[in-house]
């Protein structure tokens, strides 16, 4: 129970930081998203019912903090959840690499879905600028994964021993 609390406070507490307090300072593409690591962390961490109720609402935290179409961003974030949960599952090793890899990965099919939707919509959403933001965003992103994730689950073995 207690890792689910941590990710739902770090979710929360990242999204009301990022929106009300950094938003106004900082490019979008330097905020790094909290709400999706805490999803790719339960997907890949937490097994079970547990992990899919700590990215439940990470997801709603998404859906309601980012602009687009009602309902992608839950959708796509519950679709990270279930990419890392099956990528824990049967290839995932704890070493800082594979979460770089793993969490740039993720962030990139999302990217593109999101893309390819607004596309399917009838926008127009891609540029150069904005291509090179959005790296940008999953470089940041995925290396604070590294930290953060290794950090929480070196703290949670701690704890279990």
Do not use: C, H, K
């Amino acid at each position: 129970m207690r890792p689910l609390l941590v990710l739902l406070a770090l979710s929360f507490a990242g999204t009301a930081m990022n929106v009300w307090l950094l938003s106004g300072f900082l490019p979008w593409f330097l905020l790094p998203d909290f709400s999706f690591l805490a999803i790719v962390y339960s997907g890949l961490f937490l097994p079970g019912p547990l992990g899919f109720l700590a990215a439940l609402l990470p997801a709603v935290f998404r859906e309601v903090t980012i602009s687009g179409p009602p309902g992608v961003f839950f959708l796509a974030s519950l679709g990270v959840y279930f990419a890392a949960s099956e990528i824990g599952r049967r290839i995932f090793l704890r070493a800082e690499i594979f979460v770089l890899l793993i969490v740039a990965g993720l962030l990139a099919a999302e990217s593109a879905s999101v893309v390819l939707l607004l596309v399917l919509e009838g926008g127009n959403p891609f540029s150069l600028l904005w291509g090179a933001e959005e790296a940008v965003r999953i470089a940041w992103t995925s290396l604070l994964a590294v930290f953060l994730f290794m950090d929480l689950y070196g703290r949670w073995q701690g704890i279990r021993e």
